[in-house]
Each structure stands twice: as structure tokens, then as C-alpha cells.
């Protein structure tokens, strides 16, 4: 029965998180915002909704270790697992654009998190430079697309599913979506907990698999939604972009809401991988500008090896 209510919270996360997306479209081009706006900022803020509702719940719970695992993990899903999928469905371009700026900003966002990580503890002040390293992105970000034209901007953002919604129908999206966000971080925060007490193993292991793969359903929804018809350019810019929000912005507000301690589990191992696997994804990206089925397959296969030691390192083998 566990695993029922959290999968209903994962279902609540993944209708919440396509509920703003189509309201704040169609809310930030009823305001007339930029479409530049349109496709980042809302994209990433959509696609990274659920570990940012199930990471403030944890954090103002005093839960560090599943918002921090929340975090580490799904951001850790994204690069081995999303890409790793997509780019065995479908080939994925990855252009200089999104390889120098996009991926570049992912390895310093991600060794930002291994250093205040190594430190055992996440000030408020922290959280804070974390912040306003995520607006320094946008900025960075805003200004080398100065001019871009439209329609080279994510085309799931930009064409909003092939509907236009008016203010009053965008403001009502918004608000069921952040409904569903809130009751699916708290279904998923508590079955997860009780399934990590059934099981006798660390609250962080189950954040670092269960919670960050139920967390990273939107990205693999946008990647096999891509990857089925053909349409995979401009998905690697946009799931880089979640994971740096994920990192800076979901992380940044988290430490702001409550300064968090950080396990040794988190901080000596699981960290530091998320910085590796930027590295590797950055690296794979610059042989061609794209990522093929090949090296999909290695990045899947990271992710299971990755799932394994999670499981090894927690004790899981000896319970199950």
C-alpha cells in the first residue's frame, strides 16, 4: 500500500509540474513577457516544481536528508538517466551554445554543491550566494540569447501544447498545479519515509532513488515525449537548465528556509558523483556536439551502477 500512495504522489508531482508549465506560459505571454522568459525561466522552474515542493517540505519538516538526497539524486537522474534514455532513443545535439555556457554552468554549480557539502552544513547565508548564483545564470543566459529568434527557443515551452490559454485559465493552472505539487511532495515525503523504516535503511538512500526518480519524472516525460518524434533539439539545454536550478535555486531556497546538515553519505560520495557525471555529460557532449545512442547506453548504464552502490552503501542487500 506503500508504494501506491507513492506513486499517487509522484502522479500529483508530474500533473503539477505540466499544470504551471502551461499556465505560467500562457500567464507570461499575457503579461507580454520576452519569450526568452518564457522558455528558461518558466521551463526550468516547471520541469524542477516537484524537488523544489518536495525539498522546502523537507526543509521546513527538519528533513534534511531527503531534501538534500531529493536534490543530489534527481539532478544525478537527469544527467545519467535522461540523457542516457534520450540519447538512446534519439540522438541528441548538444550545440557550442549548450555545451560552453549550459554544461560549463553545471560543473560550477555542481562543484559549488561539493564544496558547502564537504563543509557538514549549509548556512542560511549560504543559500543565499547559492541564489544568487542562479540569477547570474539567467543573466548569463539572457544575455547570449539577446536576440536569439523565438522559435529557436525549447519548442514545448513555446508552442505550450499547441494551445493558447487566456490570464483567468493560466492563473487556474497555476494554481491546481501548485495544489498537486503540495499534497505530491507530502504523499511522496511520508510513504518514502515509512518505506525507508520498513526496509531499515537510511532516509538518504531513499531520497537519493525512490524519491529523485519519482522527482524526475518531468524531464523523462519531455525527453521520450522529444525522443518520439523526433524532436530532441533544444532538450539538452533545457534539462541542463532544471539540473542548475535544481543545484542553485531549489537548493539555495531550501538552506534559506532552514540552515541544513549535511550526512556523511551525502557529502563523501554522492555529491561529489553529481560533479563527476557534469564533467563526464560535458565531455561526452564535445566529441560531434551531440550525444549518440552509444554513449546513452554508457550513461544508462552509470545510473544503474550508481543505483547499485546506493543500495550496497545503505545495506539494502542484507534486508532484502
Known sequence: MSYAFLCLGFLLLLIGSEAVLRGGVGLFRALGLPSFFVAVLIGAFAMSAPELSVAMQASVRSMPDIALGDIAGSSIANILLVFGLGALLHPMPAPPRTVFRDSFSLIVASFAFVFVALNGYIAQAVGGCLLAGWF???VLAYVTDWGRPAHLLPSDVQTNGGREYGGALS????AVGVVCLFFGARLAIDFALLIARNFQVPQTAVALTLVAFGTSLPELVAILRGAGRNGTNGMSGKII????????FVLGISALLRPMSVSPML???DVPILAVCAVLLSVLMLFGWRLTRFQGALLLAGYVFYIASVGL????HLHG
Open 267 to 269: 557529502g563523501g560520495f
Open 171 to 174: 492563473i487556474f493552472l497555476v
Open 313 to 316: 552503501r545503505s545495506g539494502i
Open 241 to 248: 537548465a532544471s539540473s542548475i536550478f535544481n543545484i542553485l
Open 136 to 138: 547570474g545564470y539567467l
